[in-house]
């Protein structure tokens, strides 16, 4: 699929495709900032479905219980003194009953009546038969983009972020080596069966440990949690976070919501981009998902590129960032021509199709494998750029139908 020649001087772009093809033909040293979300390898299918509450325009509120009203008044006790007759009881009398409720119908203060409309369900499989033989080589590609000042920052969780650390370290240096963010929330689910996991954890690697940025003044700050023991100007400046983040997921149903099974919150990314990235700098993020990262760089003055080969990720990124000049590039086909893809099949997020079929009957390696697999970033970028593009695979012929006996 031939790929637009980005610039310095060109325009933000999304791009539909596989993002190690697409990344090869991206310059050395064009991107200030690189954030990767990838795929957390949970071995399910990640699914969400965007959800919206609206309120019934024609619905009557129903009256709220102990409004007076004639219709509603206790009537009295026809037989006073009767023991065989109970007397009525006011508050059952006076109590309004609750309303049928239609499916999908909720109701808030007043009686108000509202409606929850299921949007389009977003998704994709989050399995691999060999995660770091994907996920190696976009790390050295993500490595030779990075400008001799950017910042590399990785997203994982619990399940693979200890090998991402021993085979960073292997390929970059443990000198590149500058934080381990956690990014801590307590919303959804919890386990019963086991500490349950509500944090995700962010490796952050600089391409030059003596000259990279990190523009501590320039990041949204925190309020202190005792403000009367600090001076009235760092009150009003706000204290610089530490490497724990509390900041809550994207809410199904609240307003930054978009309907991506893994979107991240805006708050996040705006965090990274203001910390390491300068106004009109670029910013490449090629596990696009929902877009997240091309909103943090819009809204901050920075220029992206984005590349999902998910064609309901292209669909959300669309809604969220046309317009402002960003040119969507899909494969072979007008970028506005495809919205169908959003009704087809959850295809997986930027995966290696090919050479997982291949591999399917293939081994997992173990961290020790991957150790002594990579070795120095020169040794990584060369061993990259000579490996020959694995063959396709390739299918039998199917065998010729059997011939009709002739009519006799």
């Known amino acids: 699929m031939p790929l637009p020649a980005w610039t310095p001087d060109g325009p933000d772009l999304v791009i539909h495709a ?22 957390f390898n949970t071995g399910r299918t990640q699914e969400r479905q965007n959800l919206t509450v609206t309120r019934t325009p024609d619905a009557e509120p129903h009256p ?20 065989d007759v109970a007397p009525a009881l006011a508050p059952a009398s006076t109590a309004t009953p609750e309303p049928a409720r239609p499916p ?33 080589p976009r790390l050295i590609e993500a490595w030779r983009l990075l400008h001799p000042t950017g910042t590399l920052y990785l997203h994982l ?56 940025r990190f523009d501590s003044a320039g990041v949204d700050r925190e309020p202190y949690m005792a403000p009367g023991l600090v001076t009235p100007e760092k009150r009003e400046r706000g204290k610089l976070p530490t490497d724990v983040w509390w900041h809550t997921i994207v809410s199904p149903t609240g307003r930054e919501k978009t309907g991506y099974a893994t979107q991240k919150p805006l708050g996040v990314l705006r965090r990274i981009v203001q910390a390491s990235s300068g106004p009109g700098d670029w910013v490449l993020d090629f596990f696009a998902g929902s877009g997240t990262t091309g909103a943090a760089a819009r809204e901050l003055g920075r220029r992206f590129v984005l590349v ?39 295809k997986t997020k930027t995966k290696a199709k090919a050479k997982t079929k291949t591999k399917a009957k ?8 991957t150790r002594s697999k990579v070795t120095t970033p020169a040794t990584a970028e060369v061993r990259a750029s000579s490996a020959p593009e694995p063959a396709p695979p390739t299918r039998p012929k199917p065998a010729p139908p059997p011939t009709a006996p002739p009519s006799g």
Do not use: C
Not at 65 to 80: K, L, M, Q, S, V
């Open 64 to 83: 709220a219980p102990g409004d007076a009203d004639a219709d509603t008044a206790p009537e009295p006790d026809p037989r006073p003194g009767d023991p």
């Open 362 to 369: 293939a081994k997992a390696k173990t961290p020790a494998e």
């Open 18 to 39: 596989e993002n190690l093809e697409a990344v090869r033909a991206l310059p050395d040293g064009a991107f200030q900032l690189i954030y990767l979300d990838p795929p």
């Open 308 to 346: 999902d080969e998910n064609p309901q990720a292209i669909e959300v990124m669309r809604a969220r960032l046309d317009g402002d000049g960003t040119v969507f590039v899909a494969p072979d086909a007008d970028p506005r021509a495809g919205k169908a893809g959003a009704e087809a099949p959850a």
């Open 104 to 136: 999908g119908a909720r109701f808030g203060f007043h009686g108000r009546s509202y409606d929850s409309v299921k949007g389009m369900l977003y998704g994709f499989d989050d399995s691999f038969a060999d995660y770091w033989d994907f996920l190696e």
């Open 157 to 212: 969780d619990y399940r693979e972020v200890h090998y991402a650390k021993v085979v960073l370290d292997a390929l970059f240096g443990r000198r590149s080596f500058l934080n381990e963010i956690v990014w801590a929330y307590d919303y959804g689910a919890k386990s019963r069966r086991r500490w349950p996991a509500k944090h995700d954890t962010i490796l952050v690697y600089v391409k030059d440990p003596i000259r990279y």
